[in-house]
């Protein structure tokens, strides 16, 4: 119970229903705060305790300096109200829960107080690979396989359905986990019994999936963790935080004709990662939210983790009451969420510009048609530029070069970061006027190939489409551009216009109400005759799970080493993700998904060249089937209402034949099966004593793996197809796995075995101790190259502890824990690098791995460090306190140097982590001591 300090519990009545609420305007100086740090105020005075939170920490709060520097704002206890995982990230979730079951019965526990504490729910979608596509029974066989390949997998989280309070999972083939979110978990405001009435505050979520801040686009206060801070929550843990900075990003104007979310989220990438709004909270404010549409907003929140922003976060107002009736919440409920925002002041005021550490603006007329790629998601190009800029890239320009199409004018990068004004003038500038194309680069590789496909020869060529995916959270949430997909397609098809042969069309659906409104529409038959039958309701490409391509096409970019691209409409490219026959892959809407796969190539202008020509012989161009916004609208209130929404998510936690036949156990423990290549029962808790042991210099440490700057999670963690060459293929050979068994990397998350044999192993991944190689391999001092779990080996079996070696924004991406965890489990005690990103950094912590940074301006390329030396970290031993910086003693071959380096460890909670090795050892430890 809040010890209220402030006074600031009161009622607020509902209908008939009384409600406990803790008041922001009791607390001086709460009206200037932007909306989300709001929502964090309010979390701290319902939680306040006198222990965790504090009275202090709430005054911090409510007397936050929007002018601070990073780095000195003071560390507050955030609880949130619920969690929400997916089953890749979520599976070594549970099975880490059941592991503590494990360690808790070890020493005379009870193992049912290992149990989840606040409401926690996992989806299941990212299992499901489109293998089969292109015909009518694409979803059922794709289903098939899924539930075949993931049965024991599927079995324990059938088993923690039941044995686990507080924790339900959505069955396979239902929907992606921020879809079904947005659509049926989230509350906006939340309740709870409490001791004489109910009380009511604001819904917030941590996820699993960086992606989470999806929910964002709601009003909803929600980002992504890794699971291990995740599975600290579940279990009662407030999250350590500092009190982030707030970019306001106003918005004024509308949305052109012929644009649509996609374009106007790409255009927002590229803002806000040149506005530098790594580890801040981005609020949307001003004259022109109320033009953006709720899922428009939902699609914003979705990529923030493609911002490197922790939420890009919009107010409750008119337009999200509009979208919890259209979703069929109930009606009391939605009465709550008006009265309550309206109370608290957070209702949006498009007059009011709260404080704000910075404020950036974006005239949504200055959104135009676009694309991002070839491997970064910030990386716009206006479709007006796309054919010259693939050529360019084809012919080896960089990414601003082959924008600029060798045009004189300034770059964008000479702005400064710290300059909204100017940050906003690179984005709506004016583009120089066009008169026909580009000229061609007289350079770029054209090497077409001859392939025969069902008895008709074709051709492809560097450049050429061979993937094009309607898939992932990020737009298959937005009606408005599935519809646009869907009436596009109608067009084409009246038109005569089909796919080209060796595309590979896939259509991925993020809910079931999707097809609903598909079929009430009568689209679903056009979609059919372009290739796009629905092969799956989950992530798919966007993840990794394209399946194979066409096998002529395969076949013909693996002998004549094509540069082949995937056109989709998700939220990453990043190298080596999508697939690993494509070397380009570039995000875009839905409607241009399918225009690229009519068109089949990159070398094509949408907007000057005809995408075909009918059966009359006449040139067909994409104005001529693009819908306009009014067919769209018309199309969407006529077949898109709540009880599709309500019908379908009436039985969401039921399943199919398959889910419902399991029968799990009712034991409070977990029946492992040793044969298991899927569920093994982690390390970690493995002779763990009771009292941590005390903190340790690093003495004698060699690099594993030296990386540069930009690396990903993508790059460290396993993701994506197991090659049977690889460790990880060895290993499941060796335990009588067919190379058609091994499934993906992310299916065997639950495989501490699988996964440490994949970390590092990623097929783009340049370690700079094999210049020339791409790959997880490395090399030992002297040695020969060999891959990086095997090194790891070697080094174990010598008790050697490792080090890693990085650049700037070193783990930015997706925020899989595996990138933590398959670290720590290869041996490396610390990363060294010029910059961490958020989540990863705080994962490191949460497996005991410690974070250090160089000194500003230094880099291991500054200091001149080749990967070769021994490395020692200083200044731990028989310290009362984690130190803030420490001593780097550098042996190369004798020569002693010494570097100082900063401890990434921000806050005493994560302190208290990395002295127990980790978050779990530390709630496990406090667990044994309650």
């Known amino acids: 119970m809040s010890r209220n300090t402030f006074g600031s519990r009161d009622q607020l009545t509902v209908g008939d229903v009384v409600y406990d609420i803790f008041r922001l305007d009791q607390v001086e100086g709460s009206a200037r ?11 701290l005075l319902r939680n306040e305790d006198g222990r965790l939170v504090t ?51 070890a020493v005379g526990g009870d193992p049912a107080r290992i149990n989840p504490l606040i409401p926690t729910d996992l989806v299941i979608d990212h299992s499901v690979i489109a293998d089969v596509f292109g015909r009518a029974d694409a979803f059922r066989i794709n289903a098939d396989l899924e539930f075949e390949r993931n049965h024991e997998r599927y079995e324990l989280l059938r088993w923690g359905q039941q044995a686990f309070d507080s924790f339900r999972v959505v069955p396979p083939d239902t929907g992606i986990c921020h879809q079904v979110n947005l659509e049926y978990l989230a509350r906006v405001v939340f309740t709870r019994d409490g001791p004489q009435r109910p009380v009511a505050y604001p819904d917030t979520v941590v996820g699993t999936d960086s992606h989470t801040p999806m929910i964002n686009g ?42 649509t979310a996609t374009d106007l989220v790409l255009t927002v990438a590229e803002l806000l990662r040149r506005t530098r709004v790594v580890g801040k909270f981005v609020d949307f404010f001003g004259p022109g939210v109320a033009s953006v549409p709720l899922a428009t907003r939902a699609t914003l929140g979705n990529m923030s983790p493609e911002y490197g922003s922790t939420v890009t976060i919009f107010p409750v107002d008119d337009e999200t009451l509009d979208y919890l009736r259209l979703t069929g919440r109930p009606a009391h409920q939605i009465d709550l969420v008006e009265a309550y925002a309206k109370e608290q002041g957070l209702w949006h005021d498009a007059d009011r510009v709260p404080d704000y550490s910075q404020i950036v603006e974006l005239d949504l007329s200055s959104v135009e048609p676009s694309l991002a790629g070839p491997t970064r998601p910030q990386d716009r190009i206006p479709l007006k530029s796309a054919q010259r800029a693939v050529r360019g890239l084809l012919a080896g320009q960089t990414h601003a070069e082959a924008v600029r199409g060798g045009l004189d004018e300034a770059s964008a990068d000479s702005f400064p970061a710290s300059d909204p004004i100017a940050v906003s003038a690179r984005i709506s500038r004016d583009e120089p006027p066009h008169t026909g194309s580009y000229d061609e680069p007289k350079t770029w590789p054209s090497d077409p190939t001859q392939i025969l496909l ?68 009568g689209l679903t038959p056009y979609l059919d005759r372009l290739g796009f039958n629905l092969v799956g309701y989950g992530c798919t490409t966007c993840i990794g799970n394209s399946g194979p391509l066409i096998p002529e096409v395969s076949a013909a970019v693996a002998e004549h080493d094509l540069t082949v691209a995937s056109v989709l409409s998700g939220n990453r490219n990043f190298e080596g993700r999508i697939h690993a026959e494509t070397t380009m892959n570039f995000l875009t809407s839905p409607p241009l998904v399918i225009a690229y796969a009519l068109v089949g190539t990159m070398h ?54 398959n889910w419902r036949g399991m029968a799990p156990n009712d034991s409070q423990t977990f029946s492992w099966d040793p044969a298991s290549t899927y569920v093994r029962r982690p390390p970690y808790f493995d002779g763990m004593p009771t009292e941590p042991e005390p903190v340790r210099d690093i003495n004698g440490a060699r690099v594993l793996v030296h990386l540069g700057d930009s690396v990903t999670t993508d790059h460290i963690s396993p993701a994506g197809a197991i090659k049977a060459d690889s460790p990880a293929g060895r290993y499941l050979l060796e335990h009588r796995v067919e190379p058609k068994d091994f499934n993906s990397y992310g299916s065997r998350r ?5 996964m440490i044999r994949g970390t ?34 070697a080094y174990a079996r010598d008790d050697v502890p490792l080090l890693v070696l990085a650049g700037s924004d070193y783990g930015s991406g997706s925020s899989r824990d595996w990138a933590a965890k398959g670290t720590k489990l290869l041996g490396v005690k610390a990363v060294l690098a010029t910059s961490f990103e958020r989540i990863h950094r705080s994962n490191l912590i949460g497996m005991g791995v410690l974070p250090l940074q160089f000194q500003e301006g230094q880099s291991a390329e500054e200091l001149g460090l080749s990967g070769e030396e021994i490395y020692s970290i200083l200044g731990f031993e028989d310290a009362d306190e984690l130190p803030r910086e420490v001593t780097v003693r550098v042996d190369t071959d004798g020569q002693i140097r010494d570097l100082t380096a900063r401890v990434r460890i921000d806050t005493p909670a994560e302190a208290a982590y990395y002295r127990h090795g980790g978050i779990l050892p530390y709630v496990l430890r406090q667990m044994l001591l309650a």
């Open 33 to 43: 705060l932007p909306y989300s740090l709001k929502v964090l105020l309010e979390n």
């Open 55 to 105: 009275a202090a920490q709430v005054r911090a709060l409510a007397t936050w300096d929007p002018s601070a520097t990073a780095g000195t704002s003071t560390e507050i206890q955030f609880t949130p109200a619920r969690v929400l995982m997916q089953d890749f990230t979520g599976v070594p979730c549970v099975v880490d829960l059941v592991a503590m079951r494990d360690a808790m019965t």
């Open 218 to 259: 709601l009003g909803v206060l929600g980002w992504g963790v890794g699971g291990i801070e995740a599975e600290a929550a579940m279990l009662g843990q407030p999250m350590s935080m500092l009190i982030p900075h707030v970019v306001g990003l106003k918005l004024t104007g509308e949305l052109p004709e012929g644009t």
């Open 454 to 521: 069902d008895g008709t020869t074709a051709s492809i060529d560097h450049g050429d489409v061979v993937i094009a995916a309607i898939t992932s959270c990020t737009n298959t949430s937005n009606p408005s551009v599935m519809i646009g997909a869907g009436l596009l397609a109608k067009k084409a098809v009246e038109r005569g216009l089909r796919s080209k042969p060796w595309v590979k069309t896939t259509l991925a659906p993020g809910s079931r109400v999707v097809t609903d409104y598909y079929e009430r529409a």
């Open 604 to 657: 094509t202008d949408l907007l000057r060249e005809p995408l075909g020509q009918d059966d009359d012989g006449q040139d067909v161009y994409l104005r001529d089937i693009w819908p306009t916004t009014a067919e769209i609208k018309a199309v969407v209130d006529a077949n898109v209402e709540a009880g599709m929404f309500t019908a379908g998510y009436a039985d969401v936690l039921t399943g199919d034949v």
């Open 750 to 754: 639950g495989n501490h075995d699988v």
């Open 760 to 793: 590092f192993a990623n097929i783009r991944l340049r370690n700079k101790l094999v210049p020339g190689t791409e790959g997880g391999y490395t090399r030992l001092p002297g040695g020969q190259e060999q891959s990086i779990f095997d090194a790891a080996q």
